[in-house]
């Protein structure tokens, strides 16, 4: 119900309470609007990530700054896959939490699938290294968000205050609603991002094929064997060489070539 007082001449006026309320929905709409308005083709992941990072920054109430996060939450090492900050005070936070410590308030709500709160972290018992840590750097408030698709935890938003007790249960819930299509943005950008690298693998994978093939080609040309024995003994040399196969067929090729003109060459 809208909180109100009446001013000397009968008017309902709302009060600061109620106009904070409606300041911060105001908010939280604005960073919706921003998160549908991205066209992920015309980001890349990293950028995508630091956009969302600045619009949590501006629709969660209280937060001085955001981080964006990338986990695999199965995985006991490197469960970071990519982040960004929407200042450096925020990547050396997560640089302590995901690097030095691995222990923090996103990791938490990651592997918990909740919002993780804390008003205190200079004396925050849940992470009795990270917090004592960020608190002497002058950050006592954070909040982390799971960013959630159909069930799957893929990552977390996390946000930042220097002051004490700055994120209430009404921050978190702003934070929920817009963690929700965070998470559908990122998770598209992800998507996106890893079938660009599989062409590009397979546009790489294509651009080698006829330098195999040619190299094949002059191996069964020398000493008669099948396509099936050339190819292996091509992989034999990459495998006893370690240097890529693409890498060794070009070497036949470029002999070949050196050979084909030496013997070419006028006397």
């Known amino acids: 119900m809208t909180e109100s007082v009446e001013d000397a001449e009968g008017l309902r006026l709302e009060s600061p309470g109620a106009q904070q309320a409606i300041a911060d929905a105001v908010d939280l709409r604005a960073g919706i609007d921003d998160l549908t308005s991205l066209v992920a083709g015309s980001l890349g992941l990293p950028e995508l990530l630091a956009e969302v990072s600045t619009f949590a920054v501006h629709a969660i109430p209280g937060a001085d700054g955001a981080g964006v996060t990338l986990l ?24 302590i939490q995901y690097v030095t410590l691995r222990e923090g308030p996103c990791i938490t709500a ?11 972290l200079g004396g ?44 209430d ?21 992800q998507i996106l991002a890893h079938a660009l690298a599989l062409t590009t693998q397979l546009q790489k994978a294509l651009s080698t094929r006829p330098v195999i093939d040619q190299a094949i080609g002059l191996i069964r040309g020398r000493t008669g064997r099948t396509a099936e024995e050339a190819f292996a003994q091509l992989r034999a040399i990459s495998q006893a060489e370690h240097r890529k196969l693409n890498e060794v067929a070009q070497g036949i090729i470029d002999e070949a070539v050196r050979r084909a003109r030496a013997r070419h060459r006028p006397a």
Not at 110 to 120: F, Q
Not at 127 to 142: E, I, K, M, Q, T
Not at 169 to 189: I, M, Q, S, T
């Open 72 to 95: 695999r939450v199965d995985r006991a090492e490197n469960m970071v896959e990519a982040l960004a900050a929407s200042a450096p005070f925020v990547a050396e936070i997560d640089e």
């Open 110 to 120: 990651a592997l918990d699938k909740r919002t993780v709160r804390s008003g205190s």
């Open 124 to 167: 925050e018992k849940m992470w009795p290294r990270f917090g004592p840590r960020v608190g002497r750097l002058g950050v006592h408030s954070a909040l982390s968000l799971p960013l959630v698709v159909s069930g799957e935890v893929i990552g977390a938003i996390n946000v930042y205050a220097h002051g004490k007790d700055v994120f």
């Open 169 to 189: 249960e009404h921050a978190a819930e702003l934070g929920e609603l817009f963690a929700k299509p965070a998470a559908v943005a990122v998770r598209n950008a």
